[in-house]
């Protein structure tokens, strides 16, 4: 099974700063990797597929980079809809989800 | 527009048995790989099981392995999940989901509650 590791747990950031959030598989996954949005009692949101390719209505401040084990999500200017649990997951082999970040205002 | 309709769920006793359906409508069913996705109060997404478009391939996480069995109904544009043998850690909301089997999760369904439990 590929395991995910999302860090950090949680990100405190004020609105119009930039979020950096780290995904690491541990084992390669190519390019097959997505992202998504949570927000409270809601169903999540898929913001990016393709470790890069963002959704369309998807706002271009989410921007989604790396390949094989090492990913990052960047939004680079908080809005206060953007304040939500984040999560990676792989689709190179089956499905698996990272832990999710938590960003919240800061 | 694509929608994913979940039902079934309720609370049910350890052992139980329950089945919940996914009721697609928006796009040609067919083609699509389908997913259970579920969320325990509290935690995070834990990937259940995916079938695929053809219907003949399938797979399940370890934790629900030998317990749950998804299928799908084409003529009916419906995704289900028979789970068996309910534990207390199966509490928790089931997504469906578009995609899965080495794709990425598309659209979502609004989820339905399993709640195990004595």
């Known amino acids: 099974e590929i395991v995910m590791t999302q860090s950090p747990a949680t990100l405190s950031v004020s609105p119009g700063e930039r979020a950096t959030l780290s995904c690491r598989a541990s084992?390669?996954?190519?390019?097959?990797l997505a992202w998504y949005q949570q927000k409270p009692g809601r169903a999540p949101r898929l913001l990016i597929y393709?470790?890069?390719t963002r959704v369309t209505g998807i706002p271009a401040r989410f921007s989604g980079s790396g390949s094989g084990t090492e990913f990052t999500l960047t939004i680079s200017s908080l809005q206060s809809e953007d304040f939500a649990i984040y999560y990676c997951?792989?689709?190179?082999?089956?499905?698996?989800f990272g832990q999710g970040t938590k960003v919240e205002i800061k | 527009e694509v929608q994913l309709l979940e039902s079934g769920g309720g609370l049910v006793q350890p052992g139980g048995s329950l089945r919940l359906s996914c009721a697609a409508s928006?796009?040609?069913?067919?083609?699509?790989?389908l997913s259970w996705v579920r969320q325990a109060p509290g935690k995070g997404l834990e990937w259940v099981s995916s079938?695929?478009?053809?219907?003949?391939?399938?797979n399940y996480a370890d934790s629900v392995k030998g317990r749950f069995t998804i299928s799908r109904d084409n003529s009916k544009s419906t995704l289900y999940m028979q789970m068996d043998n309910l534990i207390a850690d199966d509490t928790a909301v089931y997504y469906c989901?578009?995609?899965?089997?080495?794709?990425?999760?598309?659209?979502w369904g609004q989820g339905t509650m399993v709640t195990v439990s004595s």
């Open positions: 989901a578009t995609g899965g089997g080495n794709d990425n999760f598309d659209v």
């Open positions: 928006g796009f040609i069913f067919n083609n699509y790989a």
């Open positions: 079938i695929r478009a053809g219907s003949d391939s399938t």
């Open positions: 084992q390669s996954v190519s390019s097959n």
């Open positions: 393709g470790a890069a």
């Open positions: 997951q792989q689709y190179n082999n089956w499905a698996t």
